[in-house]
């Protein structure tokens, strides 16, 4: 288990006169000698260096108490996970989890009080050693206190799950272990864990080590005392039913993780300390090495890392700056473009359509979404002021002549969009970038016959836009470097993910949902009930169905995409009739609005006679999946299969357990 | 005559710490100092709500980096009192946090506000003395000063020349009773009390807290003392021994009107008298006291056998014995410097004036019946200052 990589997190310890004439306290700092931007972490040299400090606390008899704190900014993150994924033995995860046990543990086994006072960002195992000790204070300040084991994959295995239910109780314990994890990896702030009792005191940051210091030297002297109720002595199971729904709800066993969690939350009520560290270490010798957990780690890497250096792109030094955008369409779509633009680029955004009623509709549903921020209180009333100001709108293209940024949102027809593209062209200054929000047409193709088709560039989000992180950047045959980079600089200022695709038909997410839809969709046609094969890929923890899918983007939209798909690939990409019928029908899909199933609409669905069973959907969805992720690697669609992956867990939802989804076709034989 | 009568309310300061890399402020921003300070002055004044606090002015020698930034604004800004609480920086050297008091004074009996926050921090380890300064060559070039004035050492046996009486080994005794004195007043617990615990964070030690003044040196002896070097002159009388070191720090203090302090509750300890400051040979600053208690005196229609209580900074031993000399007090007078003085708990520059106050405030309150105290202190570039108070207790 040799990591030479580790930065080690090192245990400074220091006497602290404590104020009140208390007596001494031994002042653990943790720190990893780097600034905030690289928070400290526990591998095995960090373990070591806490172990040691703990020591000598112990071969003293003048120190009343042991304190624990952070370096400025951050208390600690947990484990160190390059360390775990080097990780390639049982035996080896197991002691992880002893090592981790063993020096934590000895915090609340010292024979005089331990304190932690979480000044900063806690995390995973930063979370638990503060745990483990007798009192907690935390400052107000602290941005993030987290759980997160379990939306990677793990459990929070260093004593989390045996203390923190007997500290705050089972149901805020789960909410903290289960429910936040599987929430997007939801975070609270210092307040709200202050709130559900995981600190006992909570200071101002301004002087949070001083009061912090002072409450102790309280507590020493008997003028504090804290309460702990007796959890143990209440039914946990209600809460522990509960979230174990919930977590079938998202993820329908796919992942292991959130159930161990589960037992050993159970498991904690009479589960005495070294019966729940050792349930802990077990849970954790599996889940280390299981698949879920590598992909998990393999997704977290890739959204933190890769997704902000794009594979492939040219030198950001070209990229040039954009001070004024021009929206071509005033729609749904269009609008909500122009307010993500303004809310974060903060520059004019032009709105243009082809009535003065859709313009306006535009501008206004702008500013009315600005002013719900405003009644959110999410931004000032002069930050309101401001973007209100920032948007209007035009019945012509004459005031784009001084954007630098032009987008088109407009229906989705590759005559309209050039022609688009060409009147904007007339107006705009030669460097002005037209960028397209176009899902599936060839960048390429709308770009012909332009005067300068360099400039043109795919720019495809993905909805809903102010909330999945995804930015498929996609260069035509002729798009510039310059155009390129400045496409790449606009999506990182609106804060997306960009992954530089090639102009490809569907580009990544579109086209594999497609393939992947079009055989759950052909099983239909074929004759299997649509309940069954809706289903059949319940096993992989999709954030939803595919006919839930199928609702969410609509039978239209989801019709025009599998129509251009089948003119680039015939063979692979079918149109069902079954589906047009749904078109034809103007059904929202085969559910009614509620989601409860519409028998009108699924009887649409006819003339198969050969049914499968689930297990033939899914085994033929995921094969369509491989020989399509293959197919596009071959073709370049992208860098790498990172790539892919990345696109699936930004744009589509997929969850970190499946890697995205290239990780979790290996594992299952379809890819090498 | 004031408008309006002006009250000390309370003072708090930080530990004292030695400058230096081995100081225990040595990796500790100036502004945390005296953010902390004025975070605790409020904590011990709960009748006070912050938005009453009409300014908060703030002392520091050298105005950059951590002690920029108009630094009274900013540590409004970092100690989290309301935004509509203005601040300013002050600077008269050593005399800054002695002039945030007076000026804010000023502004209370003026009415142009009811409280005020004064006070003053040196971090001379992160600003050493003279840090950036640019001498106008005018000021040599046409002798408008002794080519020693800047030197704070060499003013210092400039002194020791006018007053011949003044020998290093009187100056060597004083100093060693200004060590006694204050290991007394420790031990006594007269000094925790007014001290803030304040973090302090090393990259290679980690956090910790200090709780006590660094600089003391108690048990210190004659012997000890003489055998000392005179860096300023050769055979001189100027030592380490008998000067105030190279220190961090920060204080501050609740001013306000007499009738606010009344409306809201808060114990007023201390009524100002006077006020004044006066210029000297900038080749002895340390005479500065002399000029402005004279003046200080006249404006109290008070004589110098009216103060019953003295809190002289000690820069230099010699200043103080000049001071005591001049007005023919002995050396050993139980009114001057009860706790002790800089020469032992040390002279963070623009802070120090408001620890005298806050000792004066405590002596008057251990002693109801004195009713005149002074706290006066030298000024480089030849300037003194000198506040005297009333005892309110």
């Known amino acids: ?672 | 005559m004031p408008s309006r009568e002006v009250v000390f309310v309370d003072g708090v300061r930080t530990p004292f710490g030695r400058s230096g890399p081995k100081g225990v402020y040595a990796e500790t921003r100036a502004d945390d100092l005296i953010v902390r300070v004025v975070r605790e002055l409020l904590r011990r004044n709960p009748a006070l709500p912050p938005e009453r606090v009409d300014e908060v002015a703030i002392a520091a020698t050298t105005q950059i980096g951590d002690q920029g930034l108009t630094i009274g604004r900013s540590v409004a800004v970092l100690a989290g009192l309301p935004k509509s609480v203005p601040g300013y920086a002050i600077d008269r050297m050593c005399a800054g946090a002695m002039t945030a008091v007076t000026t804010v004074a000023g502004g209370i009996a003026f009415g142009a506000y009811d409280v005020a926050i004064a006070g003053g921090v040196e971090h001379m380890g992160r600003h050493p003395m003279g840090e950036g300064v640019d001498p106008n060559p005018r000021f040599l070039a046409e002798k408008l000063v002794d080519p020693s004035a800047l030197v704070m050492g060499m003013t210092a046996e400039n002194l020791h020349d006018r007053y011949p009486s003044i020998t290093k080994e009187r100056a060597d005794a004083y100093a060693v009773a200004s060590q006694e004195k204050f290991a007394k007043a420790c031990a006594d617990g007269r000094i925790q009390p007014d001290l803030v615990p304040t973090a302090v964070r090393g990259a290679e030690r980690g956090w910790g807290l200090a709780t006590a003044d660094e600089p003391p040196r108690p048990g210190t002896t004659l012997e000890a003392l003489a055998g000392l070097k005179t860096p300023f002159r050769p055979h001189g009388r100027v030592t380490a021994g008998n000067s105030a070191g190279i220190n961090d720090g920060a204080t501050g203090c609740v001013v306000a009107a007499r009738e606010t302090a009344e409306e809201l509750g808060l114990t007023a300890r201390m009524r100002l008298v006077s006020y004044a400051y006066a210029g000297v040979d900038p080749e002895v600053m340390g005479a500065g006291p002399i000029p402005a208690t004279e003046r200080a005196l006249r404006l109290a229609g008070l004589s110098i056998g009216d103060i019953g209580l003295f809190e002289v900074n000690e820069a230099f031993a010699v200043q103080v014995l000049a001071f005591l000399e001049h007005f023919g007090i002995a050396d050993d007078d139980p009114r001057v410097n009860r706790y002790g003085g800089a020469i032992a708990v040390g002279h963070p520059l623009a802070s120090s004036g408001v620890r005298l106050m806050t000792q004066l405030s405590r002596q008057f309150a251990e002693e109801p019946r004195i009713r005149y105290g002074m706290t006066t202190m030298c000024v480089g570039m030849g300037m003194g200052a000198t506040v005297i108070w009333e005892n309110l207790a």
């Open chain 1, 1 to 672: 288990m040799k990591n030479t990589e580790e930065i080690v997190t090192r245990a400074l310890a220091r006497d602290v006169d404590l104020p009140g004439g208390a007596g001494t306290m031994v002042l653990i700092t943790l720190d990893n000698g780097h600034d905030h931007t690289k928070p400290s972490t526990f591998g095995a040299g960090g373990l070591a260096s806490l172990d040691e400090a703990l020591t000598a606390v112990e071969g003293r008899t003048d120190v009343v108490a042991v304190g624990l704190t952070g370096k400025p900014f951050i208390f600690a993150v947990g484990a160190d996970l390059k360390g775990a994924a080097a990780i390639t033995t049982r035996e080896q995860a197991l002691e992880v989890g002893r090592l981790g046990h063993a020096v934590f543990r000895r915090l609340g086994e010292l024979g005089i009080p331990s304190f932690a006072f979480v000044n900063g960002a806690a995390m995973g195992g930063g979370l638990e050693v503060a745990l483990h000790c007798t009192y907690r204070t935390i400052s107000s300040g602290v941005p993030a206190v987290a759980l997160p084991e379990c939306f990677l994959g793990l459990i929070p295995g260093w004593g989390g799950t045996r203390l923190l239910p007997h500290l705050i109780g089972p149901e805020r314990a789960l909410k903290l272990i289960i429910e936040n994890p599987l929430s997007q990896n939801r975070m609270i702030k210092g307040p709200e864990a202050f709130a559900l009792g995981v600190a006992d005191a909570i200071f101002d940051p301004a002087d949070f080590l001083e009061e912090s210091l002072r409450w102790a030297s309280a507590v020493l002297r008997g003028e504090i005392t804290v309460d702990r109720p007796a959890y143990a002595d209440q039914d946990w199971s209600g809460p522990i039913t509960q979230a174990r729904g919930l977590v079938d709800l998202k993820l329908r066993g796919a992942s292991p993780a959130p159930y161990r969690a589960l037992d050993l939350l159970a498991a904690a009520r009479t589960a005495t300390r070294d019966e729940g560290f050792a349930l802990e270490d077990e849970a954790l010798a599996d889940l280390i090495v299981g698949d879920e957990l590598k992909a998990g780690l393999y997704s977290f890497d890739l959204v933190q890392r890769r997704a902000k250096r794009p594979a492939g792109a040219p030198d950001s030094a070209l990229a040039r700056p954009v001070t004024k955008v021009g929206l071509v369409g005033a729609g749904l779509m269009a609008s909500q473009l122009a307010l993500l633009f303004v809310r974060r680029l903060r520059v004019p955004v032009v709105l243009t359509d082809l009535d003065q009623a859709r313009v306006d509709k535009g501008v206004d549903y702008v500013r009315t979404e600005v002013d719900k921020l405003l009644a959110k209180r999410r931004i000032t009333s002069d930050e309101a002021n401001r973007l209100k100001s920032l948007v209007s709108g035009s019945l012509t293209k004459d005031a784009f002549a001084d954007a630098d940024f032009v987008i088109e949102a407009v229906f989705e027809d590759l005559a309209v969009k050039r022609k688009v593209f060409a009147e904007v062209e007339e107006v705009v200054s030669d460097t002005c970038v037209l960028a397209t929000n176009t899902s599936s047409l060839s960048i390429t193709a709308m770009a012909e016959g332009l005067r300068r088709p360099e400039r043109v560039v795919g720019f495809h989000f993905f909805n809903p836009v102010a909330i999945l992180p995804l930015l498929e950047i996609i260069r035509g045959d002729e798009t510039d470097d310059a155009t390129l980079a400045t496409a790449l600089a606009t999506g990182k200022a609106l804060r997306k993910s960009c992954v530089l695709v090639k102009d490809a038909p569907g580009f990544v997410v579109n086209r594999l949902l497609t393939r992947f839809m079009g055989e759950v969709t052909a099983a239909v046609d074929e004759g299997t009930p649509l309940e069954t094969a809706d289903h059949a890929v319940d096993p992989l923890g999709l954030p939803m169905s595919p006919f839930a899918l199928l609702q969410l983007v609509g039978p239209a939209v989801a019709l025009h995409v599998s129509e251009t798909m089948h003119a680039a690939y015939p063979a692979r990409f079918p149109v069902s009739e079954n589906l047009r019928k749904l078109v034809s029908a103007g059904k929202p899909g085969v559910f009614h609005p509620d989601f409860t199933p519409d028998p009108e609409a699924a009887a649409l669905f006819t003339g198969g006679d050969s049914p499968s069973d689930a297990e033939a959907v899914r085994r033929r969805a995921l094969a369509a999946l491989a020989e399509e992720v293959q197919i596009m690697l071959e073709e370049g669609v992208v860098a790498a299969r990172e790539d892919i992956d990345l696109c699936m867990l930004l744009g589509a939802g997929w969850p970190f357990h499946l890697g995205g989804i290239t990780p979790y076709l290996t594992r299952v034989g379809l890819l090498p």
